[in-house]
């Protein structure tokens, strides 16, 4: 166990922002991880000040990354512009989350599963997904599964990738395992791309569009321009920026700031109240 006095992280927005599926509630307070085959548990112990159940070497090689901890966020705000009464909310609102930076094949598979899905149902499908073809490993007593490699899910029929709630996302699963498995998809390679050639890579994989692709270079690939635009993210551009918003003033931290617009729209009532950037 190590202890972190960390700026502008709390685990519990971290873990409700609709960016990954398997970091959970735990009974006795905190929360868990399973990424990168490895469990984590994470408590909160106020003033910032927050529990690992790690290793200081974990730490810094896997979760220090994972957590985006070497970004300054504070910088943001700087950023917004005083009138932009919606952005400003959303700041305040989601202070303290941060941008993971995950493995881009279990990105992949679970913003595939995304579509037409809440995320309640994203996390069921996904851990049945970890569940039934995931290795098991053993943290500490606790026994967990970790996200299934492509070559294990490449071997999977479409009939048994449904008896997970994959529904007709079955085949899109499918065919991405066994495009990486076939070495038609090279994460290291899409990484260096660059922005537009990455996107345009991801869109040409069967079952992917925009909002996908978006995701996969925002939460995998280190992309911090890309913006996804989910129902509620094109509910906001519309109601608060009359469908432009201003891209152009976060350069480098679009990513950041779709974030926070994501999460304070679905976690207040604020789609019920009338738009914040209104003159009237």
Known sequence: MIYKDIPDFDIAKIADSGQCFRMNPLPSGGYSVIAFGRYLEIRDLGGGRNSFSCTEEEFGAIWAD?????????????????????LQAALDYGRGM?????DPWEVMVSFILSQRKNIPAIKASVEALCDRYGKEAIWNHVTYRCFPSAERLAGISCGDLRTC?????????AEAAR??????????????????????????MYGIGDKVADCILLF?????????EDTWIKKI??????????????DGYLGMVQQYMFYYARSTSYAAIAPLNSCD
């Open 66 to 86: 994972y957590f985006d901890l070497n970004s300054d966020y504070t910088g943001v705000a700087s950023m917004i512009p005083p009138d932009d009464r919606f």
């Open 98 to 102: 941060r941008l993971l930076h995950q």
């Open 165 to 173: 709630s994959l529904g007709y996302r079955d085949k899109y699963v």
């Open 179 to 204: 495009q990486f498995e076939a070495g038609q998809i090279r994460f290291d390679e899409l990484k260096t791309a660059g922005f537009d050639a990455a996107k345009a890579s991801l869109k040409g």
């Open 220 to 228: 995998g690939l280190g992309y911090g321009n890309a913006f996804p």
């Open 237 to 250: 551009l519309e109601k608060e920026y009359a469908g432009h918003f201003p891209k152009e003033l976060y």
